[in-house]
């Protein structure tokens, strides 16, 4: 029966995310906006030992049994993410033990790598100096030499690659085969030939730390590979193995997607604070067009706001109940970076100076949804992802 | 506000079933012949008589007026209303007001109303009334009705102008919403009583569905054909969905005629839709689609739960009358300038899309 509401017993999940988004994060969300290029916060620490305590999700895919329909853990991640992103989505990122690393070990690992990895903290580096949106073009290498890989090349842009206990590395076994001989491997950060380049500056999520690494002769044990060593001798295998690494994103772009969800949420409630303080209250009373151009910008925002949350809901509940999801996943993730981006830059504008002052944290929202538009794929690569869902193309058809 | 319910968007079986059979009238029998009634401004009377013949209006009326007396569903009206736009809005909107106004009488109406007006209703074959909120001009507001209404001893009566009410010309009564001293009332008025004038008017796009504007001078209405439990925010509310619905399914339309034409029109050797700038207009209309959809869905499903819908039904239609014009529009530009000739049917999408802001009232779920 159709019900978008959120069950009571999620509820309670969303609660304690709240609380501790405005108890924890927000007190401190300025302080740590200064400090870049520190250690792990110190008030994260605690946050990381209770989330570590609670029963994580199954990674249990597909309904029931009995074929009920389910809210399980991918819902559940959005509520809390969503949740701890109005509160700071750069603190979010910091706390140790819940990297994007541990998703793909989580949807791809094998039992043993799942017991000795998944409760480390784990990041993933896919992204390199000549490779970004297209994952496939991913030159970093890894050569088999008895029981090793050998890992060579550089990755940029990794989020935790300087505090995480572990990577999960993209690399290819032989560039000439494509796409299918990209494979992922663990890799501990203490491991020898793994060097820390260095941590980007950037305009947002300061406090995340942002990695630049470097593989001279890194050598791992060979069990660990995530997933399968074979290459796949027919196009037809090498797409599904590729294929198969890449369903790790309809997981997580929904999770991106709450980001976003979060961080339009508070900017949000900070502008409408400030307009009913000076009278402006968008209360439904008057046809959209009879309104004010504040409340029609508030009515505006808080629309694409709930479509964007409706959407990431929809992708999530479709992998809590074993649906394909893919093209939802990057219709949710498109519908609310850009959603994110635009709601928090017009949050500035509309509260003029002192949106962009340091006074309030407009402006450090606007300046932190930016890159949720971009990174676990940029808004034209979900358009694109889409566009061959809803044409019926071919990456080779439509480039 | 939450429950133990899960979310969920899996229709009930008997919802199913009924989407079949709306969606396969709406391909077969209303698509191909929408143009025919918009080139000749006005509707097709097969296709009404189908429509009436789905007894949409019939399922909320109580059996001993004739109806099958289900339980009031705005979700089930939404549905069948994005399925039936699928196939025409001018139609849809035509053949389904009766609905609506059965909608007005149960929400609104006592018993004795309800036994008064509703049996006229209670037909397999096409029986029209219409609620009449909107009125003429440039800057209309619900709160502000310029329709006024007045006591005069045993009756009240009714001055002032009504627009955009489908049908009306086939109409045996309309609900028409007026000021009295209280605030806004609604009263229902039979077509043929005196000082009411029913007069057409052509607009941009609907053509096909009959619209007319009501005027009033002085029209005498009984103590006791003034709803007993009006209220207009529910009213709004419903019919912001409504319009919502026909939103949606105008759009799937134009997106599902979109995709096989640039598949196939080709241009410097390929198909269009290879081209990113072509293919990226295509998954941006789906991608709001979705968002339409689960707004409409969201504010539809809370007011059959009983939940306040207010401010969803209001974002709903925000979100659609902005979203849907922007997909009627890349429409016709996917189409380049077959979009702007009448020998497709973009261009009747575009200018029937343009109504989703202006209409208000009508379609109540």
Known sequence: MINLEIPQKLGQVQQMAQQLASTVFRPISRKYDAIEHGDTPQELKPVAQMMAAMPRGEGKKGAGDDGAIRNGSNMTGILAVEAMCWGDVGLMLSIPGSGLGNAAIMAVGSPEQKAQYGKLYCAMAITEPGAGSDSAAVSTTAQLDGDEWVLNGEKIYCTAGQRCDAIVVWATLDKSLGKAAIKSFIVPRDTPGLTLVRVEDKMGLRISDTAALAFNDCRIPRDHLLGSEEVGDTEEARKKAFGGVMQTFDNTRPQVAAMALGVARAALEITRELHEKEGVKADFSKLPYNSSARELALYRMEADLEAARLMTLKAAWMADNGQPNSKEASMCKAKAGRMGNDVTLQCVALCGELGYSEQTLLEKLARDSKIIDIFEGTQQIQQLIVARHLLGLSSRELK | ?365
């Not at chain 2, 099958?68 to 399925?83: C, F, K, M, N, T």
């Not at chain 2, 196939?87 to 004795?112: I, R, T, W």
């Not at chain 2, 005196?194 to 609907?206: K, R």
């Not at chain 2, 239609?317 to 902005?322: D, I, K, R, S, Y």
């Open chain 2, 1 to 365: 506000m939450s429950t133990d319910a899960l979310f969920d968007l899996s229709l009930t079986e008997e919802q199913r079933i009924t989407r079949e059979g709306s969606r396969r009238f709406a391909r077969q029998v209303m698509a191909p012949r929408a143009r025919e009634a918009d080139e000749q401004a006005g509707a097709d009377d097969e296709i009404v008589a189908g429509i009436a013949a789905l007894g949409l209006p019939l399922m909320p009326i109580p059996e001993a007026l004739g109806g099958v007396g289900l339980p009031r569903s705005p979700l089930s009206a939404a549905l069948v209303i994005e399925d039936l736009a699928e196939g025409d809005m001018s139609h849809a909107l035509a053949a389904l007001q009766p609905m609506g106004a059965v909608h007005a009488l149960m929400d609104f109406g006592n018993d004795d109303q309800q036994e008064r007006w509703l049996p006229s209703l209670a037909s397999d074959s096409f029986q029209a009334a219409a609620v009449a909120l909107a009125e003429p001009g440039m800057a209309f507001e619900p709160s502000q009705l310029q329709c006024r209404a007045e006591r005069h001893g045993d009756a009240y009566r009714l001055s002032g102008s009504k627009a955009l009410v489908p049908m009306a010309a086939s109409c045996h009564w309309f609900v028409v919403v007026a000021m009295d001293d209280d605030g806004p009332a609604a009263f229902v008025v039979p077509a043929d009583v005196d000082g009411l004038s029913i007069t057409p008017q052509a607009y941009m796009g609907l053509r096909g569905a009959g619209l007319c504007t009501l005027n009033l001078e002085q029209v005498k209405v009984p103590l006791g054909d003034r709803l007993a439990h009006f209220d207009l925010e529910r009213l709004m509310a419903l019919s912001r969905i409504g319009l919502s619905a026909l939103a949606v399914g105008t759009c799937q339309a134009v997106l599902d005629y979109s995709i096989p034409y640039v598949k196939e029109r080709k241009a410097f050797g390929e198909p269009i839709a290879w081209r990113q700038s072509v293919a990226f207009m295509v998954a941006n209309m789906g991608i709001e689609i979705e968002g339409m959809r689960l707004m409409m869905l969201r504010a539809a499903s809370r007011a059959e739960q009983g939940l306040p819908f207010t401010r969803e039904a209001y974002l709903a239609h925000l979100q659609c009358m902005e979203k849907a014009m922007e997909i009627g529009t890349n429409g016709i530009q996917l189409f380049g300038g077959a979009g702007f000739v009448r020998d497709y049917p973009l261009e009747m999408w575009y200018r029937n899309l343009r109504s989703i802001a202006v209409l208000h009232g009508s379609l109540m779920v």
